[in-house]
């Protein structure tokens, strides 16, 4: 572990260098499950300009990224990753932190794996829930389906009305994949 000064925690707006090296691209691919995440290239295409792609630094080190779909008052924090040499020190906390600052007053959700006490990486996955809810997030007692999965919604507003979160994914993924895809709310 680390020994770092989290007042040296900082966002910046990735830009395009960023957006191509290999740091990003490793990140991206080492941090999701390839099951859940879609290629590389495609998370670049769709970075449209409703699409806020942060670089979480540390002084001037990289050591991750969040990728947020912006919509009316929404924000869809589709991804979040911190590098593995840095996580569990508080970077993340911070930055997530930081990141509601910058969208206080809009409507943040994340989709997170449901806690099933069946599955492989239970821990993790009460870890990652606590660790929203301790930075602000709340239960919004729905569900979601993409592709295949189910997730859990935690947000730091209201609940996501089935219309609006179509209405994000729409513009974000745009035809054909917009109509092709299961991507739906569970209530």
Known sequence: MLNCDLSAVQLLPADQSVKKSFWMKNLFLTAFPPEERMAYFFLRLWAKEFVDWWIICLGQTYVGFFYA???KDHVYLIFFAIDSAYRRQGIGRVALLKLLEIYKGQNVFIAIEPIDETAANFDERVKRKNFYLNCGFKELHQKMQELSFIYELLGTGERI??????????KWLTWPLNKILTLKILD
């Open 69 to 71: 779909i912006k919509h």
């Open 161 to 170: 009305a089935p219309e609006m979160y179509k209405e994000i994914m729409d």
